[in-house]
């Protein structure tokens, strides 16, 4: 009996633990899930004003620059100028002392060498006398001349003063002049006809190409009939014509028009163009043809007679023996002035190529002479202002000693504008376009300053991330300035306004995830729910989005793990 009661016990104290752990499994189970879930940061979806601007920061630097070098390896006595300082061209910008005695040394003795080439091209050049050769030119025309008269003294038979010998002679003269009048004549009117002959085809091939267009024709077409058809219409426009002014604008019925009007008509023109051209080709032919050389036959042939009867002449020993004579004057007047002519032209070469290395070398003692007295020293030695503009930096000091070609000074042009880079990420510099006007935040007082920006291109910096956007700066501004820009769209209201962090995006588009909750026996449950969304615009921290939102709703801005559309998540502790 106390066996059994001993067993009861023990069965009731197990049941009373079961219970329990029960219970315990019960009222603690949503805590243990939730540990298991993907826990959420959420934000409540709210209207708000999207401010689509990109901000950025950058220095004023100027667009031209002139550096100022020293030309020679010099000591600076004095700087005129400091930074900041606006200077004008030929302004004082530094004095320079004496340069080094090496330097002074050489410089003199290059021109002592300079000199002394001088002299020597100087004592290369002389004076020619040309009177004896002068004389000797005059003397042989002068024999010439009497060797002419001689011969024109007697005709052909040794005669002198044979009226009907140059009667003669003054005929033949007069009817070679008509002849050549004549082939002249005839030369430019057979010249001019063919020009306007070829003027003429030309514009008739262009107006037969036009016609070939607008007819669909192909020139080389391999069927016989369809070349012959259309190589008669384009030896004959005219039969064109009067097809195509025979088709009916109106068919009859179960007729087609054989072409619309606006087709006819524009063949119509073509084919018209054509016939003028061809017709024009026919009168330059006609022109050309009718040339006449009636004028040169009838001089050619006056010319003939006069010589045959001239040629009943024979010229006697005497006539040519005095032909030859004035011949041999000629060509001995010609041998002497072309010789003296070729010697005058070699010497005015010779003189010429002298006087220019003489110039040359003068030049270069001049600019010797300079340099030497700028290594020479003295308070005259001075650089000078080239540009107008503001002294960007002043590169040495006075007692300093500056090398050649080192630079002394930086001066900034303003007349060339100032420019100013500012580094963006490439989502930002996607929303601008060239030309977009900038507006400068940090401009307070003075006259306006304009940016416009006329670059965009990427950052070696951040090549992958980042874009540099370059503008163009007008206005009260000077190098070094910081400015800061913003540029884009205006601020506006929107009814769905979500942190960025929110928005998701695949092959389907934008997205992002919104938190449902669900109540069970166990308390509340939360999924998140995938909503596809439309982008209206977005800032450097929000985006304005459509898709099926409502007020109160909860969207997933991060999540310690991944989740899928109808995942179960938990809520972050606030």
Known sequence: METKVKNREWVKNAAIVLLAALLVLTFFSNTIMNRNLPEVATQYV?????????????????????????????EIRAVMVKAGQTVEVGDVLFVLGSGEKSELEQAQEQLQQLQLSYQRTALGGSYTDYTADELRVAAAWEDYVQAEAALDAMDPMGNTDSDAYRYLQKQLDKAIAERDAAKEAYDAALAQAQGDLSTAEGERLSAEQAVLLVEGWNPNDPDPAQQALQQKYLNDPQLRIDELLSESTQPEEGEESAAPDGDREQKLEKWQALLEKKNAVDAAEA?????????????????????????????????QEAAAAKNSAYLSYLDLKNTLDARKNADAKS???????LSDLSRQI?????????????????????????????????????????????????????????????DQASRLRV????????????????????????????????????????????AGTELTVSIGQRSANYDWVVPKSAIHSDSNGSFLYKVESKNSPLGNRYIARRVSVEILAQDDTSIAVTGDLG????????????????????????
């Open 46 to 74: 709210s209207d708000g004003t999207i401010n689509a601007k990109v901000r950025g920061t950058g220095t004023v630097t100027a667009n031209g620059s002139n550096v100022v070098k020293a030309e020679q390896t010099r």
């Open 287 to 319: 022109s050309l043809n009718a040339i006449s050389t009636d004028r040169l036959d009838a001089a050619q042939q006056q010319v003939d007679e006069l010589q045959e009867e001239m040629s009943v002449y024979n010229s006697s020993p005497e006539y």
């Open 351 to 357: 003189s010429a190529s002298i006087g220019l290395d």
């Open 366 to 426: 001049e600019e010797q002479k300079k340099k030497i007295e700028e290594l020479s020293g003295g308070e005259g030695n001075q650089v000078l202002a080239k540009v107008s503009g503001t002294v960007q930096s002043v590169e040495c000091t006075a007692g300093d000693t500056v090398l050649k070609d080192n630079p002394l000074c930086v001066i900034e042009v303003p007349d060339m504008g100032y420019s100013m880079a500012v580094s963006v990420t490439s």
């Open 435 to 478: 030309g977009d006007s900038a507006t400068i935040s940090n401009y307070y007082w003075g006259r306006e300053i304009t940016a416009t920006l006329s670059t965009i291109r990427v950052d070696p910096k951040d090549p992958q991330n980042k874009k540099l956007l370059t503008f163009d700066i007008s206005g009260d501004v000077n």
């Open 551 to 574: 007020w109160g709703d909860y969207v997933i801005t991060t999540s310690s793990a991944p989740v899928k559309n109808g995942d179960m998540v938990r809520l972050a502790d606030n």
